[in-house]
C-alpha cells in the first residue's frame, strides 16, 4: 500500500487541498530560459500571461527572474529583484486567491518577493546556496520547494555522475528534511529535480521510482514541461513541440504520486489533471 499523501498545503494565509493534484504556471522573466526567453521580460506581458494562466486553472504561479537552462549565467540580485519584485507587487492583490512562488536562490529576493506577498519559495539549490532560506519561510510561514540539483546549472550537465541516483535523492531528502523541520518550517514540497544535474538515463530511474519519495509524506513536485528528456526520447524535438511528450511525463507522475506539476502549457496540464481524477476516484462499478 502506499504511504497516505499530505492532502493540505498551508501556504501564508491560503490552503491548497491536494486531493486533486495542482497545476504550477511557468512565468519566467528572463531574457534568455530555454523554452520562452524574453516573452515576459516587459510587465504588462507578464501579467497578461498571469492571468492567462490563472483563466487555464494553474493554482500556483512561480515566478522567476534568473534563468536555470544548463549552461545559463547568473545575475546579479537587483536585476532578479527589478525582474520580479515589482510584477509580484501587481500579481499578488489581483489574484488573491492564487499561490504565488518566487523562483530564487538569493535570500534578499525571497524575502522581499514574501514582503510583496508571496507564498512559497521555490529552491533549485535545495539550501545549498542559502541555507537562510529554512528560518525566513518559518517565520513567514511560507512553503518551501526543496529541490535535489548539484552544481550550479552553467555547470551542472557536465557529466553528472551517481552510483545510485534514487538513493542520492532519498539521502539528501532526509537531511533537508530533518533540517527544514528543525528550523521550524510546515509546509515543505520535495522536487528531485528533473534535468538538474542529471542524464536521460537518470532522469527515466527518478521517474520510474517517483514511489521511493511518497514515504516522507511531503507533497511531491515535478517539473519536466518542454525539458531536453524529451526531446532527446522523441528524436530531438525542439521544445516547442514537446507538449505532448511533457503531458505524458506528468500524467504518469501523477499516477506514481506528483501531487504538483510545474508546466509551461498550463490548459492542457489542467486537462490531463481532470482526466486523472475524474478516472483515479471514480470507484462504482457500471450496472
Keep these: 500500500m502506499k504511504p497516505s499523501h499530505r492532502t493540505l498545503l498551508e501556504c501564508r494565509n491560503i490552503t491548497l487541498l491536494l486531493s486533486k493534484p495542482k497545476v504550477m504556471g511557468i512565468l519566467n522573466a528572463t ?12 510587465r504588462d506581458a507578464a501579467l ?37 519584485i515589482p510584477l509580484l507587487k501587481e ?32 529552491d533549485v539549490s535545495g539550501l545549498r546556496k542559502e541555507p537562510r532560506f529554512a528560518e525566513l519561510c518559518a517565520d513567514s510561514g511560507a512553503a518551501y520547494v526543496c529541490m535535489h540539483s548539484i552544481a550550479d546549472p552553467k555547470t551542472m550537465q557536465d557529466k553528472p555522475e551517481y552510483e545510485d541516483v534514487i538513493d542520492e535523492i532519498t539521502r539528501f531528502f532526509e537531511e533537508r ?6 528550523a521550524g518550517v510546515e509546509s515543505v514540497i520535495l522536487d528531485p529535480g528533473i534535468g538538474f544535474g542529471k542524464t536521460l538515463d537518470h532522469n527515466l530511474a527518478i521517474l520510474a521510482n517517483l514511489e521511493s519519495f511518497l514515504p516522507f509524506r ?3 513536485l515535478i517539473g519536466a514541461s518542454r525539458k531536453s528528456m524529451i526531446g532527446q526520447i522523441l528524436g530531438n524535438r525542439p521544445a516547442e513541440d514537446r507538449l505532448i511528450g511533457t503531458i ?6 501523477m499516477m506514481l504520486g506528483a501531487q504538483i506539476l510545474r508546466v509551461h502549457d498550463v490548459k492542457e496540464a489542467v486537462d490531463s489533471v481532470e482526466i486523472y481524477h475524474a478516472i483515479k476516484t471514480h470507484t462504482t462499478l457500471p450496472a
Excluded at 534563468?67 to 540580485?77: D, F, I, K, W
Excluded at 528534511?177 to 528543525?182: A, D, G, I, T, V
Design 31 to 42: 531574457p534568455d530560459s530555454f523554452s520562452d526567453g524574453g516573452e515576459y521580460l516587459d
Design 48 to 84: 497578461q500571461r498571469i492571468d492567462e494562466m490563472v483563466e487555464e486553472g494553474a493554482r500556483i504561479i512561480d515566478i522567476g527572474g534568473e534563468s536555470t537552462r544548463p549552461g545559463s549565467e547568473p545575475v546579479s540580485a537587483e536585476e532578479e529583484i527589478g525582474r520580479t
Design 91 to 122: 500579481a499578488v492583490p489581483r489574484h488573491k486567491e492564487i499561490v504565488f512562488s518566487i523562483d530564487t536562490t538569493k535570500y534578499e529576493v525571497a524575502r522581499l518577493a514574501l514582503e510583496a506577498g508571496a507564498h512559497m519559495v521555490n
Design 177 to 182: 528534511s530533518e533540517r527544514l523541520e528543525k
Design 218 to 220: 511531503r507533497p511531491l
Design 248 to 253: 505524458s511525463v506528468h500524467y504518469h507522475s
